[in-house]
């Protein structure tokens, strides 16, 4: 495997000195390739969905590595279409989402892992979605950074984006970088693969197959014109002066601020004092400056413009020119918006985005003379906030008529259960606002309904009241902040073994940057590279045997506790809940035998 990462390292080095790559077609002749883009994949929760054929995952062996290879090798490989399906958009629409089969997936894998290691370096910084350590916190946090004391904030989204990628666009770009016709010829196969709706096979004449393994970065390529064109053309257009000019009206009153200290005039001092932080030190329309910065999360971008209006517009209608001609893409004219930075908050990642000025937030500083200076510490800054919209959405999840409900989905589940489902949606969304200066006040709001509906669904669980239910389960833990909180609290012994804990609550809802909550144990079954040295030992963990071994997989362990409680357990889910592991590796006749319902468990050595 050591020699894959050094081919990958190779491609990247070329890749951060801009040169392009050549035969490369045969570089998916390797099967450790393909053995570690499966070890990536095969934990996916759509490595078990099927796609126009019933093939998934399960059954995953050497052999069919070696059966892919041949047909690269030889030229007969045919991607299959995808299967196509919908899932609901927050605005009521419906989203077309492509399933490839099994195969295709682990290919698309493959050329990812290549294409990754080339372009990943090329990318610009401003670039976030679907890159290794980037996402939207770091796109945020670049936000905040960077678009201190704009004027205008430009809210981009592009229509359609995954669904109207150029082809002979998006190979024109990969032409420049990849001297290899059979590979492009390739990835050019997969685009024009189709897919197959209501049993009817359908061409695609754009887009990239959304839901596919390489779409993402496909769609990063592409648009990393973009991220160049804002870079390299419109950020110098729009970049001048050093700093703004200082305002008259504030330099007029510094003088008398100083002419006040040489004359010993304390109150008249803290007069001008008062007066000089209500007048803004630098002129905010100073026709000398401008600033454009610029950050990109897959398809939705923003930008933070200091100037007029006027060329705030104007910056839209060049954007709007560049997609439309070099790219072929739209803007969203329902969503690419002109806020006012001072005035109105634009909306990018589920964040509220405005400025904030406090001129009484001050900071004291004793210069080298001996003179006290004081300056505001938060001006024209960045603020980062929870919608209003969207917290009211989260909350309506627990509500019915404008009343905090019950849970009958999660009834039937054991305390524990309930308890910890609770937890998790509290500390996923939690984190997710971990960055919003508001969140402290919007969490504790979510935290009262998920509270009093987690009590209500306990209370209808066992028929008592809510008060009950909350003096039975009220406790204190200690928060990961280091403070006591009260909680809500289940514990469930075990004979031998640690006590399964519950809790609701105990989370400092405080604005944090730097690291997320973490409250539950992260438990960790097996590596990917044990999997892969069973799968390369080629034994039956059944019988023993040698004879066409492959992998047989499981959704989740989930399934097998369920099975377990219900006193369904077979005897090789016994062997796969006991190792806590979601694979076994097994001959063709036990595998067969597994499926069939057949194996009862007198073959094992």
Known sequence: MHKILKKLDIFADRGSRGLPLERLYRELYSPDLFLMAYAKIRANDGAMTPGVTEETVDGMSVAKIHRIIETLRDGTFVWSP?????????????????????????????????????????????????????????????????????????????????????????????????????????????????????????????????????????????????????????????????????????KRISRQVSAAKAAGDAVRLRELKLLQRTIPSTLGNDPQFRRLYYVRYADDFILGFSGPKSEAMAIKEQLRDFLSKQLSLELSAEKTLVTHALTKKAVFLGYEIGLMSDNNRVKTTTGRNGLVFQRRTIQRVVWLGVPSAKLEAKMNEFKVGGNVRSRLDQVPNSDFSIIAWYQSVLRGYSNYYRLAHNRAKAMWRLVWVMQTSLLKTLAKKHKTSVPREFQRLRSRTLSPGGEWMTCLRVVVPREAKRDLIAVFGGLSHRRETSKPICDAPRLVYNTRSELLERLLRDECELCGSNEACNVHHIRKIADLEQKRRQGKLRPWEVIMLTRRRKTLVLCRRCHMDVHMGRYDGKRKL
């Not at 899932?87 to 195969?103: C, H, V, Y």
């Not at 959304?210 to 064109?229: A, E």
């Not at 390299?232 to 257009?237: A, K, N, R, Y």
């Open 82 to 250: 995808t299967r196509r399906t919908y899932i609901p958009k927050k605005n009521g629409k419906l989203r077309p989402l492509g399933l490839p089969t099994w195969t295709d997936k682990l290919l698309q894998e493959v050329i990812r892992l290549i294409l990754e290691a080339y372009f990943e370096p090329q990318f610009l910084d401003c670039s976030h979605g679907f890159r290794p350590g980037r996402g939207c916190h770091t796109a945020l946090t670049q936000v905040q950074s960077r678009f201190t004391g704009a004027t205008w904030f430009i809210e981009g989204d592009i229509k359609g984006c995954f669904d109207n990628i150029d082809h002979s666009v998006l190979l024109g770009i990969l032409s420049m970088s990849i001297r290899d016709d059979r590979f492009l010829q390739l990835i050019a196969g997969l685009l024009k693969a189709g897919y197959m709706e209501d049993w009817k096979w359908n061409l695609t004449y754009s887009g990239t197959p959304q839901g596919g393994v390489l779409s993402p970065l496909l769609s990063n390529i592409y648009l990393d014109r973009l991220d160049r064109f804002v870079t390299d053309v419109l950020q110098p257009e729009y970049t001048r002066g050093k700093n703004r000019r200082i305002d008259p009206r504030y």
